[in-house]
Nanobody
Framework: VQLQASGGGLVQAGGSLRLSCVAS????????MGWFRQAPGKEREFVAS????????YYADSVKGRFTISRDNAKNTVYLQMNVLKPEDGAVYYC?????????WGKGTLVTVSS
């Protein structure tokens, strides 16, 4: 599975961005999908995930109410809608596909939030 994330960029605080992650090589219909982020000098942290079975979504407390994760299985794509962005949301965002012992990561997309 290859994951390609896109949609990052520079945005002012309070603004919005929508990240996309397209998978190739295999259908992701049975995979849980997630977004993680890593800011300079910090550990990679969980942002959001969505189950494959019923699209239940889970969020880090820091983004709850501002970010929305969704998936389109027909397009093999997962999205992260980010609203009311804060400077502390700035990081490289990574897409993840997980199923049992299988774990795939894409190259990240950089999000920069100016104050």
């Amino acid at each position: 599975v290859q994951l390609q994330a896109s949609g990052g960029g520079l945005v002012q605080a309070g603004g919005s961005l929508r990240l996309s992650c397209v998978a190739s090589g295999r259908s992701l219909i049975s995979y849980a999908m997630g977004w993680f982020r890593q800011a300079p000098g910090k550990e990679r942290e969980f942002v959001a995930s969505i189950s494959w079975r019923n699209s239940n979504a889970y969020y880090a407390d820091s983004v709850k109410g501002r970010f929305t994760i969704s998936r389109d299985n027909a397009k093999n794509t997962v999205y992260l809608q980010m609203n009311v962005l804060k400077p502390e949301d700035g990081a490289v965002y990574y897409c993840n596909a997980h199923r049992g012992v299988m774990d795939y990561w894409g190259k990240g997309t950089l999000v920069t939030v100016s104050s």
